[in-house]
């Protein structure tokens, strides 16, 4: 299933507003099909665990990118294939993880973003819920609920609100 998304390139949003450009500091590798999204910022954070976050994607995310910080564990991963179909399904736009996934070859023909620091084998934790809602703090920057990511193949930046028609 392809989805339409209109291109915006980073660099363009920072010569536009370089004193707002809240720039991630990480350097991501890119997994689903498409290297370019954006939308407002829905937030989990689970230290090696994703209990949970079924829940935050099941509430749907057209428009939206979840931000999700594992604090950039790479001992287990916070999503695997058959989570990364169900966030697709639910229209987001994309992920973007502080931390690892795992069955990357399952994330090539899911066209959104996925963003993650690395690839682990080892499945989470869920002994420990995590928790939605919350502003992260990683890379140098806040990723607070409702600001607005823009990503793309050079990196990932927020700004407090959208700017494109």
Request: glycine residues 12%; proline residues 3%; contains cysteine.
């Given at each position: 299933?392809?989805?339409?998304a209109?291109?915006?390139?980073t660099?363009?949003?920072?010569?536009?507003?370089?004193?707002?450009?809240r720039?991630?500091?990480?350097?991501?590798?890119?997994?689903?099909?498409?290297?370019?999204?954006?939308?407002?910022?829905?937030?989990?954070r689970?230290y090696?665990?994703?209990?949970?976050?079924?829940?935050?994607?099941?509430?749907?995310?057209?428009g939206?990118?979840?931000?999700?910080?594992?604090?950039?564990?790479?001992?287990?991963?916070?999503?695997?294939?058959?989570?990364?179909?169900?966030?697709?399904?639910?229209?987001?736009?994309?992920?973007?993880?502080?931390?690892?996934?795992?069955?990357?070859?399952?994330?090539?023909?899911?066209?959104?973003?996925?963003?993650?620091?690395?690839?682990t084998?080892?499945?989470?934790?869920n002994?420990?819920?995590g928790v939605?809602?919350?502003?992260?703090?990683?890379?140098?920057?806040?990723?607070r609920?409702?600001?607005y990511?823009?990503?793309?193949?050079?990196?990932?930046?927020?700004?407090d609100?959208?700017?494109?028609?």
């Open positions: 299933m392809a989805r339409d209109e291109i915006i390139r660099a363009d949003i920072c010569d536009d507003h370089r004193g707002d450009a720039i991630c500091e990480l350097q991501f590798n890119d997994y689903g099909a498409r290297h370019h999204f954006h939308g407002h910022i829905v937030t989990f689970g090696e665990t994703n209990k949970g976050l079924r829940a935050v994607l099941q509430e749907g995310g057209a939206k990118v979840l931000v999700i910080d594992g604090r950039g564990s790479m001992r287990k991963a916070l999503c695997g294939g058959n989570i990364a179909a169900e966030a697709f399904e639910n229209g987001w736009e994309g992920l973007v993880f502080n931390g690892a996934i795992r069955d990357s070859h399952e994330f090539v023909d899911l066209d959104f973003g996925v963003k993650a620091v690395g690839t084998a080892m499945p989470p934790s002994e420990m819920p939605a809602g919350d502003t992260l703090n990683f890379g140098d920057i806040q990723f609920p409702g600001d990511l823009y990503a793309d193949r050079d990196c990932v930046i927020v700004l609100e959208p700017d494109h028609d």
